[in-house]
């Protein structure tokens, strides 16, 4: 039972690390200085993260994987309309 606390502490923790410049990328509407290769690597790992979590059947790495995934989304998606450098490109 304790290992499962531990689990939900870490998951909860690395969970809303994101949410504060999600936050700030909202109220500045600037995503300049967040890389796109960051992010992208970022994704890819919550997203292993989750199928691994899935096939393991282990609820913190569901639950808080499942969450990065929608906030790196989130992410992703104000990098891209806030980036005039990624839009303009052709």
Not at 5 to 23: D, E, K
């Amino acid at each position: 039972m304790l290992i499962e606390y531990l689990g939900f502490l870490a998951a909860i923790l690395t969970t809303l690390a994101s949410v504060p410049q999600l936050i700030k990328i909202m109220k500045t509407k600037s995503s300049g200085d967040i890389s796109i290769v960051t992010l992208s690597m970022l994704g890819g790992g919550v997203l292993c993260w989750l199928v691994y979590g899935l096939l393991i059947n282990s609820m913190p790495l569901i639950v808080s994987n499942g969450f990065n995934v929608v906030v790196g989304s989130f992410l992703l998606f104000f990098k891209y309309k806030y980036d005039k450098s990624l839009r303009n490109k052709k």
